[in-house]
């Protein structure tokens, strides 16, 4: 593989922050956080097969994780398959718990999104790494930020890049990973909204849902709407709907859930948030 350094330098939270607010500012950031809110909830709808690899943040974060190991592999001359210590490691440092691990690596290979195969340098062992559908996954959820992020910066071609060069989701996962390797993490900038999406299965697509509805003027969509929609079960939604409500982002009328202006304003710096992560590392 082609030389495909340098990388950009590592920022500090603060500076990230400051990115973050510089597009949350611009005049046209609220059409685009809509944009960006349904793009993603769309390809979360069509990628009902791998639902469950992505129906909460910790087992999103695993997949990122998956491809800057191999983005760092292949770079280095490899194939990129990675051993569970390696997986695990860095894991650890997202605080992702063993179990959430094990599960999600099994998950991705009985969906085909991995492949599973013996370790030659230890045969006690196995390697992970993506198979051919898994590879071309990131471009489909990277592509409602690129067409987001093009919108809301002047001159940005994103999107035609990403399709056209294959070496810009390695250098992404590369930078990206290096990173988040070094402490930071987009999470730790929106912890409250964190606290309601990032561990609870299904909870960002709940949310998604009940803003959509909202952003489009359309009635608040029930319990078994939603479950249909996103491939959940009525128990999930409703269990996330009561922990929302607890937690002040989702309130109930007549029965009926519907954001409140914490969920929305969480939402928003959220997006503004991993745009901000994101357009840095895909310029």
């Known amino acids: 593989m082609p030389d495909i350094v340098p990388l950009p330098p590592i920022r500090t939270a603060a500076q990230l922050r400051a990115q973050a607010d510089d597009l949350k500012a611009r005049p046209n950031f609220v059409a685009c956080n809509q944009a960006y809110t349904k793009g993603v909830a769309a390809f979360r709808e069509a990628a009902r097969p791998f639902g469950k690899l992505i129906a909460n943040e910790d087992r999103f974060r695993i997949v990122n994780y998956i491809f800057h190991l191999w983005a760092e592999g292949r770079a280095a001359g490899g194939d990129g398959a990675l051993t569970y210590g390696t997986i695990h490691e860095v894991s650890q440092r997202g605080q992702v718990t063993a179990r959430v691990l094990k599960n999600t690596l099994a998950l991705g290979v009985h969906l085909g999104f991995l492949e599973r195969k013996p370790n030659p340098a230890d045969r006690r062992s196995w390697l992970y790494a993506p198979t051919e559908l898994g590879a071309r996954f990131p471009h489909q959820w990277l592509i409602p930020a690129t067409e987001s992020l093009d919108r809301l910066v002047d001159g940005e071609t994103l999107t035609e890049r990403i399709q056209n060069d294959p070496e810009v989701t390695i250098r992404f996962f590369l930078g990206a990973g290096r990173e988040f390797a070094s ?101």
């Open 183 to 283: 402490g930071l993490e987009p999470a730790i900038l929106v912890p409250d909204y964190m606290h309601f999406c990032g561990h609870r299965e299904g909870a960002p697509l709940v949310a998604m849902a009940l803003l959509i509805a909202e952003m489009e003027g359309k009635p608040n969509p029930s319990r078994g709407e939603i479950a249909a929609r996103y491939g959940l079960t009525k128990s999930q939604v409703a269990l996330v709907i009561s922990a929302g409500v607890e937690l002040g982002f989702i309130s109930l009328e007549n029965g009926s859930a519907r954001p409140t202006d914490a969920l929305r304003d969480g939402n928003a710096d959220w997006t503004a948030v991993a745009l901000a992560f994101l357009h840095y590392h895909l310029r």
